[in-house]
């Protein structure tokens, strides 16, 4: 089992910054690829971006490459992610999820993930 909890979320206007955190506890972190995932009202769980499990490889949903950076500590057990440049189409419900293999974190599909995290509310005033 791995547990996860979101912190870092928070009201902020348009072009402004926040950084997510995630903590993980329970077995290895450094087994796990992560990612981001984010639902806003009335839509799908949507693919934000994914990290590998040594940090090397990262990707990028289109919409946020460019103004979010993903990151990773293993020995603090925490991925990060920092957003730059807000919008408003960036507020959502922001979660974190684990996979043991990076190839089933970027492709996207929230089913193919193992562990989440309860979501941090993130949202973007214009």
């Known amino acids: 089992q791995v547990q996860l909890v979101e912190s870092g979320g928070g009201l902020v206007q348009v072009g402004g910054s926040l950084r997510l955190s995630c903590a993980a506890s329970?077995?290895?972190?450094?087994?796990?690829?992560m990612g981001w995932f984010r639902q806003a009202p009335g839509k799908e769980r949507e693919f934000v971006t994914a990290i590998s499990r040594t940090g090397v490889n990262t990707y990028y949903a289109d919409s946020v490459k460019g103004r979010f950076t993903i990151s990773r500590d293993n020995a603090k057990n925490t991925v990060y992610l920092q957003m730059n440049s807000l919008k408003p189409e960036d507020t959502a419900v922001y979660y974190c999820a684990a996979a043991p293999s990076y190839s089933r974190v970027w492709a996207g599909d929230p089913n193919l993930l193992d562990y989440w995290g309860q979501g941090t509310q993130v949202t973007v005033s214009s």
């Open positions: 329970g077995r290895t972190f450094s087994s796990y690829a």
